[in-house]
């Protein structure tokens, strides 16, 4: 057991998201959300949760580069993370949930239907999600089959631009601190910049990359925290909000993070991932089969059937796929084993 909070804030985060496609799924407005409302339409509080999730794996993957400052490696942790679970997905909803639910005769020859498979390629066409034929075109949120993959692109070019900084020995204090100080000057001042992704998802990671980077010198104290969460409301009440839940804000997630508050939450394995890939799809399953139509029964009908795929993904793909990432190549081996 991980004597750490970092599992229960995933978890909590990946249930926030559900808590927020809740509104749009049964509504297809983004008006509903609580936090799309109080903060004048900055941000929705699925929003926050992926900027909770960049924070955090900025902070972890940054520790796990200063750990083993290894290309290969790194690489190869990064990937089994990201692809065996989203296989699974991708085909799962091509396979089977895409023809049961399909009102289009022609499903399997449709180049939708094969188009969806780029998912794979962590890369969205311009202007949108990639549908599959006939699947949820009823619904009050049509045809969006898995909303949050669009994420996984901007997650994984984080990963990359670290580890093109470490190969380069560039990765350091000094110059992880200079991007987020970068990036948030950006965010924070330049019109437009708070609605591009490209821009305050890679604010979040770095600002976590860089709280790791100091985290031995850092004052990691109960005050700052709860100054740092006054910013955070004071940007919900003003125009801020992006820019300071991706700064102050993650500086308050990360002391909790590194409590022991929260120890335990992943005694049964980490189930958050999973909770991510699933959640919208099967939100809009439940709402396809005329079920949860607010957002209430919404979460009362999806999450327990999302959180049982969740360790069904950690225990049976995640957990066997993150096994192999400290396995020693064939190389290594033939050139460790005596003659």
């Avoid at 890679?202 to 850092?218: C, D, E, H, K, T």
């Avoid at 992943?266 to 699933?278: A, E, K, N, Q």
């Avoid at 396809?288 to 793909?317: D, E, F, K, Q, R």
Wanted: aromatic share 12%; charged share 15%.
């Amino acid at each position: 057991m991980r004597q750490n909070s970092f599992d229960a804030l995933r978890i909590l985060a990946a249930l926030a998201v559900m808590a927020s496609h809740a509104w749009q799924v049964t509504s297809g407005e983004l008006d509903p959300d609580v936090l799309y409302r109080l903060s004048g339409g900055q941000m929705t509080l699925g929003a926050l949760a992926v900027t909770v999730f960049f924070g955090m794996s900025g902070y972890l993957v940054m520790g796990s580069w200063e750990r083993r400052p290894d290309v290969a490696a790194f690489a190869r942790a990064r990937a089994l993370r990201i692809w065996p679970a989203l296989i699974v997905v991708v085909a799962v909803t091509v396979g089977l949930i895409g023809p049961a639910l399909s009102s289009e005769f022609g499903y399997w020859s449709s180049p939708l239907t094969w188009a969806y498979g780029q998912n794979l390629w962590l890369h969205q066409p311009p202007g949108g999600q990639r549908f599959l034929p006939g699947v949820f075109e009823t619904n009050p949120l049509p045809q969006v089959v898995n909303g949050p993959l669009w994420t996984l692109e901007y997650e994984v070019e984080c990963y990359a631009a670290l580890l093109a900084l470490g190969a380069a020995r560039l990765l350091t204090r000094e110059s992880v601190t200079a991007l987020a100080v970068a990036l948030a000057v950006i965010v924070w001042r330049v019109p437009g910049a708070q609605e591009q992704p490209w821009l305050y998802l890679p604010l979040a990671f770095s600002v976590g990359a860089a709280l790791q980077a100091w985290n031995a010198r850092l004052p990691w104290r109960r005050d700052l925290a709860l100054a740092a969460l006054l910013f955070v409301v004071a940007g919900v009440a003003g125009e801020d909000l992006r820019t300071f839940a991706s700064t102050f804000g993650l500086y308050a997630v990360l002391y909790v993070a590194r409590s022991r508050r929260l120890a335990g939450w992943g005694r049964w394995g980490d189930p958050s991932y999973g909770i991510y890939l699933w959640g919208m799809l099967v939100q809009q399953i439940v709402v396809a089969l005329g079920l949860g139509l607010t957002p209430a029964a919404n979460l009362l009908l999806s999450v327990p059937v999302t959180v049982a795929l969740a360790y069904a993904s950690w225990h049976l793909v995640e957990r066997r796929a993150l096994a192999l990432k400290d396995k020693p190549s064939v190389h290594s081996c033939a050139q460790t084993t005596p003659p």
